[in-house]
C-alpha cells in the first residue's frame, strides 16, 4: 500500500485483500476479548470539518483498542480555521502525531495536506470520496457472500461521494455496479468517464431504478441532500422521489438481495423503514464493521508505513 489512503483507486486488489484479511483477524480478536496492541505509543490526530458518528467512533475507538491515542480536531480546535495554511499544519503535526484522518469538504484539503505530510494520511470523507466507507462494505459484502467476485451491486440515488468511490472500487475489484441517478444528479463526470473506460463494461448508469436493480446482489443508497446541501434538500426531494428503495423495488433484485446504506438514514425518504428493518437489511453490520476495517487501515499505515 501507499503511505496514504486517499482514494481507492490509488489501491489495487491485493491491497485490499490485504485490508479484508487482516480485518477479519481483528474482528476476531476482539470477539475473543485478545488485548492486542500493536500501536501502543502511536498516536492519530482527527481532523473534522464535518460532524461525524460513525467515522468518529470508529477510529477513535480502533485506536484505543490498538493500543494508541486519538486527538480529535474540529475546525474550531486549530488555527486552520484561524487561517493557517494546510501546509504549515500538516509540517507541524507531522512532527507531533504519527498519522491524520482528515473529514473536510474540498478533497484538494486533503491531498495538499498529504502532499506537505511526512506521515500517513487518511480520507475520512470528502464531498468528492469515501474510501473508508467503501472498504468497510467491501468487507461486509464478503463475509456475506463468501466472495465479491461477479457481484452485482445496484447503487440507488444522488451521484456523491459515495457513488464515486463504488466507481473506483469497480475498476480495481472484478464487481458490476449499476447506477440509477437522476439526470443532472451523475457522479462525478471525470471518475465516471474513467470507470467505464477501465473497468469493461462493468459500470452501467440508468435512469430507472427498476433497471438499474434488475437481478441485483446487493442494492445500496444514500441520503438525497448531504452535508452541506441542505438548502436543497426541498428540491431534491421532489426529484428523487422516484428512487427511494421500497420492498416493491427489492423484487427486481435477487430473492437473497443484501440492503446496504452507509447511515445516517432519513426514513421514509431515500429508503422505507420497512427495508432498513426488514430481512434483506445489512445495514448494522455493515455500520459494525468500520471498526474492524479501520483498524486494519491504522495498524497497516501506522505500524508499517503502509509497506
Not at 487482516?22 to 470477539?31: G, M, P, V, W, Y
Not at 495538499?112 to 472498504?135: K, M, S
Request: overall charge neutral; charged content about 25%; proline content about 3%.
Amino acid at each position: 500500500m501507499n503511505r496514504d489512503l486517499l482514494s481507492i483507486y490509488d489501491l489495487n486488489m491485493s491491497d485490499m485483500d490485504r485490508i479484508f484479511f487482516h480485518a477479519a483477524r481483528l474482528k476476531e480478536k476482539l470477539k475473543k476479548g485478545e488485548n492486542y496492541q500493536p500501536l501502543s505509543g502511536k498516536t492519530l490526530g482527527m481532523i473534522f470539518d464535518k460532524s461525524s458518528t460513525r467515522t468518529r467512533l470508529s477510529f477513535e475507538v480502533g485506536m484505543y483498542q490498538l493500543g494508541g491515542l486519538a486527538i480529535f480536531l474540529s475546525n474550531r480546535d486549530t488555527q486552520i480555521g484561524r487561517g493557517e495554511s494546510i501546509a504549515d499544519t500538516a509540517r507541524i503535526m507531522s512532527r507531533y502525531v504519527n498519522g491524520v484522518l482528515i473529514r473536510t469538504y474540498a478533497h484538494e484539503t486533503v491531498e495538499e495536506f498529504a502532499r506537505y505530510a511526512t506521515i500517513p494520511v487518511i480520507n475520512g470523507l470528502t464531498d468528492l470520496l469515501h474510501p473508508c466507507q467503501i472498504l468497510s462494505d467491501l468487507f461486509t459484502i464478503l463475509e456475506k457472500r463468501g466472495s465479491y467476485e461477479g457481484v452485482k451491486i445496484a447503487y440507488i440515488g444522488d451521484g456523491n461521494n459515495i457513488a464515486n468511490s463504488w466507481i473506483n472500487a469497480a475498476i480495481r475489484l472484478p464487481i458490476h455496479l449499476s447506477l440509477a441517478c437522476p439526470a443532472g444528479y451523475d457522479p462525478n463526470q471525470a471518475i465516471l468517464a474513467r470507470g467505464q473506460q477501465e473497468a469493461a463494461g462493468r459500470i452501467t448508469l440508468h435512469r430507472d431504478p427498476q433497471a438499474a436493480v434488475y437481478d441485483a446482489d446487493v442494492v445500496y443508497t444514500d441520503v438525497w441532500a448531504s452535508m452541506g446541501q441542505e438548502a436543497e434538500k426541498e428540491a431534491r426531494a421532489k426529484v428523487f422521489a422516484s428512487y427511494q428503495v421500497t420492498g416493491e423495488l427489492l423484487r427486481q433484485a435477487r430473492a437473497d438481495v443484501l440492503v446496504m446504506h452507509c447511515l445516517p438514514a432519513h426514513r421514509g425518504e431515500e429508503i422505507t423503514a420497512e427495508v432498513i428493518d426488514g430481512r434483506h437489511s445489512i445495514i448494522i453490520d455493515q455500520a459494525e464493521n468500520r471498526l474492524h476495517v479501520q483498524k486494519a487501515i491504522l495498524e497497516i499505515l501506522l505500524k508499517n508505513g503502509g509497506s
